[in-house]
């Protein structure tokens, strides 16, 4: 049995102003939710149970982070930094990968809205539930399962490429494919997030997940790169690398590919959205693997971090 083993005092000031430097900078510059004093709770809880609950903590940093990044890119949008490419992408969209019809040649995203299906309509939901539920689950396995090295590094280059991603979307605003058919190419301040093909499944099944979820998006320009089409595929690289059945590596694949679809089937992306958000997760599992890995001190690092997650549980 698990026995109260509270941290010592530099760990609990680190806790402490860590969370109230997420909470203060959340309120003031992003606007406060009622879910962040819940994960505020929960985190705080979590860190002062035991060493068991403060190790899962610990290991679960990166994907922490990952939210947080994401929740504070609402601080400075990036339409703020940079113009944004609406007709310029669609424009080279519909120049590499057109499709010629009786009507004029269209972008594959405008061809898929005339020629769609009830049965993709609904796989198309059923892929993007698995966007990040699947690659998270897949990472809790991981740590539950012991695989503490493959976790933690499949975790890091889970944030890193997200980090390449957030960056290039201030470098590159951009809009998606649903943006154009809805608004055209001019730039609207305060455009909500939309569901674009995915409220069919929405209409489908009376569930309304997605216009949910899209209705509180307010990062409507961050379409380059696809970060949809990276999740699955982090997790499909280091199921190689761990330690588990050839059958869930092939639901991973088919997962991967479902996704890459899908994000253009529902006009949330177009194919080269999805070619950047390949490119960004190679890159990063390259950068990471074969270059940050080589570094000493970076290595050293991890393996700490390895160490500390790892340690006999009490």
Same mark, same amino acid.
């Given at each position: ?7 010592? %005092? ?41 060493? &068991? ?13 990952? !939210?947080? &990044? ?21 424009? &080279? ?105 995915? !409220? ?25 790169? &696809? ?30 590919? !479902? ?40 290595? %050293? ?14």
């Amino acid at each position: 049995m698990s026995v109260i083993s509270l941290p010592g %005092r530099r760990e609990s000031a680190i806790i402490a102003i860590s969370l109230m430097t997420w909470l203060v900078v959340t309120a003031l510059c992003v606007g406060f939710r009622p879910e962040h004093t819940y994960i505020a709770l929960f985190l705080a809880l979590m860190l002062f149970i035991n060493n &068991s609950t403060r190790r899962l903590v610990v290991a679960l940093l990166p994907f922490v982070v990952f !939210g947080i &990044s994401y929740d504070w890119m609402n601080i400075v949008p990036n339409y703020e930094v940079n113009p944004v490419d609406i007709r310029g992408l669609y424009e &080279s969209e519909k120049e590499l990968f057109g499709i010629t019809t009786a009507a004029g040649v269209v972008t594959p995203n405008e061809f898929f809205a005339i020629h769609s299906s009830k049965f993709m309509d609904f796989m198309a939901g059923v892929f993007y539930l698995c966007w990040v539920p699947v690659p998270i689950l897949f990472g809790i396995w991981l740590y539950f399962n012991r695989q503490y090295k493959v976790y933690l590094h499949f975790a890091l280059v889970f944030l890193f490429v997200n980090l390449l991603g957030f960056t290039y979307y201030y470098i590159h605003p951009a809009a998606p494919p649903w943006y154009v058919a809805s608004h055209g190419f001019e730039f609207l301040l305060g455009t909500p997030g939309e569901v674009a093909g995915l !409220g069919k499944f929405d209409e489908m099944t009376g569930l309304g997940i997605f216009h949910g979820l899209y209705s509180r998006n307010s990062n409507v320009f961050a379409a380059l790169p &696809s970060l949809h089409a990276a999740y699955m595929l982090i997790a499909f690289i280091y199921s190689l690398k761990a330690n588990c059945s050839w059958w869930l590596r092939g639901l991973f694949a088919v997962i991967c590919l !479902g996704i890459w679809f899908t994000a253009v089937y529902t006009s949330h992306h177009y194919i080269i959205d999805v070619l950047m958000g390949i490119g960004c997760t190679l890159l990063g599992f390259v950068i990471f693997e074969y270059v940050l890995m080589k570094l000493p001190a970076f290595a %050293r690092f991890i393996n700490n971090y390895i160490g500390y997650i790892s340690s006999k549980r009490s």
